[in-house]
Antibody
Framework: QITLKESGPTLVKPTETLTLTCTFSGFSLSTRGVGVGWVRQPPGKALEWLAVIYWDDGKYYSPSLNRRLTITKDTSTNQVVLTMTNMDPADTATYYC???????????WGQGTTVTVSS | DIQMTQSPSTLSASVGDRVTITCRASQSISSWLAWYQQKPGKAPKFLIYKASSLESGVPSRFSGSGSGTEFTLTISSLQPDDFATYYCQQYDSHPLTFGGGTKVEIK
C-alpha cells in the first residue's frame, strides 16, 4: 500500500523559506517510471502543480515558481523535500505530496499540510 | 505551457441525472489526461487516466472520453456521494497542468 505524508511548518513569515518534507512508503523512488511531486491549493481555489522529481533524478518545476522552488530526494530515507524561498501571503495554501508513474496520473495523494504565510 | 480549461465552472444537478464535464487543452495532448474528484477538506481522488481508463475501485458510472484537445467526464447517474469538485489534468508534457475545476452542486 502506497502512502505519503507531508510535514513542515504551519506558519511562516513573509520572505522566509518554506521547507516541506514528504515521507512515503510502499514504493521506491529508485524504480523506473516513478515520481513524487507537489501540488498546492490556496483556500477556495483550484489545484496548482508545483514540481516533480523522478527515479532518474529528473526534476521539473512550475515556470511561474521555478526560481523559488527546489525539489530533492533521499531514496535511503524515502523522503522528498520541497523548498520554496521568499514566501508571500499569496503562498498560503494546502500543500499535497503525490505519487505518480510516467504515463499515468497522480494516483496517490498525501493528506496535505496547510501553510499560512503571515507576519 | 499547456493550458487546461474546464466548463462549466459550476453545475447544478439532481440525484440520478446524467452529468457531463468538458475539459479543453490549448494544444494536443493525445490521451494523456487524468480526472480527479475532490470533496471539501479532503485530498483529491484519482478517477481516470489516459482519458478513458477507470482507476481500480472507481464506480462504473464514471467514464471519460476524448483525445487531442477535447475531453469529457461523464457521470451516468449522479449519486449523493458524487457531489464534489472535479479537476482534469494533462500529463503530456511538463509543466503538468490542471483545469480550473467544476463544482457539481445539488439542484
Amino acid at each position: 500500500q502506497i502512502t505519503l505524508k507531508e510535514s513542515g511548518p504551519t506558519l511562516v513569515k513573509p520572505t522566509e523559506t518554506l521547507t516541506l518534507t514528504c515521507t512515503f512508503s510502499g514504493f521506491s523512488l529508485s524504480t523506473r517510471g516513478v515520481g513524487v511531486g507537489w501540488v498546492r491549493q490556496p483556500p477556495g481555489k483550484a489545484l496548482e502543480w508545483l514540481a516533480v522529481i523522478y527515479w532518474d533524478d529528473g526534476k521539473y518545476y512550475s515556470p511561474s515558481l521555478n526560481r523559488r522552488l527546489t525539489i530533492t530526494k533521499d531514496t535511503s530515507t524515502n523522503q522528498v523535500v520541497l523548498t520554496m524561498t521568499n514566501m508571500d501571503p499569496a503562498d498560503t495554501a494546502t500543500y499535497y505530496c503525490v505519487h505518480r508513474l510516467v504515463n499515468y496520473g497522480m494516483d496517490v495523494w498525501g493528506q496535505g499540510t496547510t501553510v499560512t504565510v503571515s507576519s | 505551457d499547456i493550458q487546461m480549461t474546464q466548463s462549466p465552472s459550476t453545475l447544478s444537478a439532481s440525484v440520478g441525472d446524467r452529468v457531463t464535464i468538458t475539459c479543453r487543452a490549448s494544444q494536443s495532448i493525445s490521451s494523456w489526461l487524468a480526472w480527479y474528484q475532490q470533496k471539501p477538506g479532503k485530498a483529491p481522488k484519482f478517477l481516470i487516466y489516459k482519458a478513458s481508463s477507470l482507476e481500480s475501485g472507481v464506480p462504473s458510472r464514471f467514464s471519460g472520453s476524448g483525445s487531442g484537445t477535447e475531453f469529457t467526464l461523464t457521470i451516468s447517474s449522479l449519486q449523493p456521494d458524487d457531489f464534489a469538485t472535479y479537476y482534469c489534468q494533462q500529463y503530456d508534457s511538463h509543466p503538468l497542468t490542471f483545469g480550473g475545476g467544476t463544482k457539481v452542486e445539488i439542484k
